[in-house]
Structures are given as structure tokens and as C-alpha cells.
């Protein structure tokens, strides 16, 4: 190892190696000479899928913390679940939280029935949207919780810091939209097809 970065999510396992002069033998390849791309999607699906059900069950976390302390909390003499300030955005998250869960149990339950570059984007769609998810749910619970919840007293700093990593080391949102768009516009997947331009 040449050097270990420090990231925000420190201590990291992000660590820059170098390899000089390394022979592999034939019998060291997985699957078919050339075929590395396809072996690389597959454990990559697997993984999208699994981050993004973490994603949603830690945005449901940081939702539920923060609906139960609102409703323990009083300011000026009322709970503070009772300001739609608070109310509504948590009901942002906790809709948002349903319609991605719904999405990743879905696109989980057809990844064990079809080929996996069959819904690609779809895995795509669930992993971008639910670390969008949990970066957004834990940044409103540190909101919620005000000074505390920016301590390392509550876990909403840590699921930030573990979670945003996610939006990038997973395929970056872009690559996760690009992904979408050439499924969507027919440039990739199963309905791929030529553009026709005039």
C-alpha cells in the first residue's frame, strides 16, 4: 500500500496502491478472458442493491429518532412536533422512505428472477435515491435534534459521514443517472435500439 487517504469517514479504506511488473497466470482469471466487465456488474448489482436497502433502513432511523423526539420536545410551551416546520419535512422523508423501499424490494425480488443487466437501471434508480435518502433524513435529524444532534452523542453525524461516501464510491449519482437515462432513452438494455436522426 502506498498511501492511505483520509476521508470524511475516517478512519477510511480508501488506500492508493501500485503494482509494477505482475504476471498473472491463466489459471487466475475469473470467467472468460475479456469477460471481466460482466463478472464486475454483477457483484456490483448485488452490491448497489444491498447499500440501498441499508440507505433506506438508516434514513427510517434517523425519521423515526427524529418524529419520537419531537414529540418529547417542547419549545416555547408546545411539543415540537406541533410546528409544521418540523412536520413537514419529516413528512418529505418518511414518504420519500416508503416509495424507495417499495422500489428496492421490487428490483431485489426481480434481481433472483432475470438477468441482472436486465434491470440495471432500476438497480441504479434504487441506489442513487436511497443515498440521496439517508443523507438527507440524517441531516434533518441533526436539524431536529438541534446541538445534540450534531454531536457524537446521537449516531445522525456518523450515518452523514457513512452514508455520503455512498453517493460518490458506488457509482456516483452520475454514473447512476447515466445509467437510468440510456435504459430510458433505449441507448443500453434490453430495448436498446439505433437513434434515428434526420
Same mark, same amino acid.
Given at each position: 500500500?502506498? !498511501?492511505?487517504?483520509?476521508? /470524511?469517514?475516517? #478512519?477510511?479504506?480508501?488506500?492508493?496502491?501500485?503494482?509494477?511488473?505482475?504476471?498473472? #497466470?491463466?489459471?487466475?482469471?475469473?470467467?472468460?478472458?475479456?469477460?471481466?466487465?460482466?463478472?464486475?456488474?454483477? !457483484?456490483?448489482?448485488?452490491?448497489?442493491?444491498?447499500?440501498?436497502?441499508?440507505?433506506?433502513?438508516? *434514513?427510517? !432511523?434517523? =425519521?423515526?429518532?427524529?418524529?419520537?423526539?419531537?414529540?418529547?420536545?417542547?419549545?416555547?410551551?408546545?411539543? /415540537? *412536533?406541533?410546528?409544521?416546520?418540523? %412536520?413537514?419535512?419529516? +413528512?418529505?422523508?418518511?414518504?420519500? *422512505?416508503?416509495?424507495?423501499?417499495?422500489?428496492?424490494?421490487?428490483?431485489?425480488?426481480? /434481481?433472483?428472477? +432475470? #438477468?441482472?443487466?436486465?434491470?440495471?437501471?432500476?438497480?441504479?434508480?434504487?441506489?442513487?435515491? *436511497?443515498?440521496?435518502?439517508?443523507?438527507?433524513?440524517?441531516?434533518?435529524?441533526?436539524?431536529?435534534?438541534?446541538? /445534540?444532534?450534531?454531536?457524537?452523542?446521537? #449516531? !445522525?453525524?456518523?450515518?452523514?459521514?457513512?452514508?455520503?461516501?455512498?453517493? =460518490?464510491?458506488?457509482?456516483?449519482?452520475? +454514473?447512476?443517472?447515466?445509467?437510468?437515462?440510456?435504459?430510458?432513452?433505449?441507448?443500453?438494455?434490453?430495448?436498446? %435500439?439505433?437513434?434515428?436522426?434526420?
Amino acid at each position: 500500500m502506498d !498511501f492511505h487517504w483520509w476521508t /470524511l469517514n475516517t #478512519p477510511t479504506d480508501h488506500a492508493e496502491v501500485t503494482l509494477r511488473d505482475v504476471r498473472i #497466470p491463466d489459471s487466475a482469471i475469473l470467467g472468460e478472458e475479456g469477460g471481466g466487465l460482466a463478472v464486475a456488474q454483477t !457483484f456490483v448489482h448485488e452490491n448497489r442493491i444491498r447499500q440501498a436497502a441499508s440507505g433506506v433502513g438508516a *434514513a427510517q !432511523f434517523c =425519521i423515526d429518532r427524529s418524529v419520537e423526539y419531537a414529540r418529547k420536545r417542547n419549545t416555547f410551551g408546545q411539543p /415540537l *412536533a406541533t410546528r409544521q416546520a418540523i %412536520q413537514w419535512p419529516l +413528512v418529505e422523508l418518511q414518504t420519500e *422512505a416508503e416509495l424507495v423501499r417499495g422500489l428496492v424490494r421490487k428490483t431485489a425480488w426481480e /434481481l433472483d428472477r +432475470v #438477468p441482472h443487466m436486465q434491470i440495471s437501471d432500476k438497480v441504479s434508480m434504487c441506489n442513487y435515491r *436511497a443515498n440521496r435518502l439517508v443523507c438527507e433524513a440524517a441531516d434533518w435529524a441533526m436539524q431536529v435534534h438541534g446541538g /445534540l444532534g450534531y454531536s457524537r452523542h446521537t #449516531p !445522525f453525524e456518523h450515518i452523514y459521514r457513512h452514508h455520503r461516501r455512498y453517493r =460518490i464510491t458506488e457509482g456516483s449519482e452520475e +454514473v447512476q443517472m447515466r445509467k437510468v437515462a440510456a435504459y430510458l432513452f433505449g441507448f443500453a438494455g434490453p430495448q436498446a %435500439q439505433q437513434l434515428v436522426s434526420d
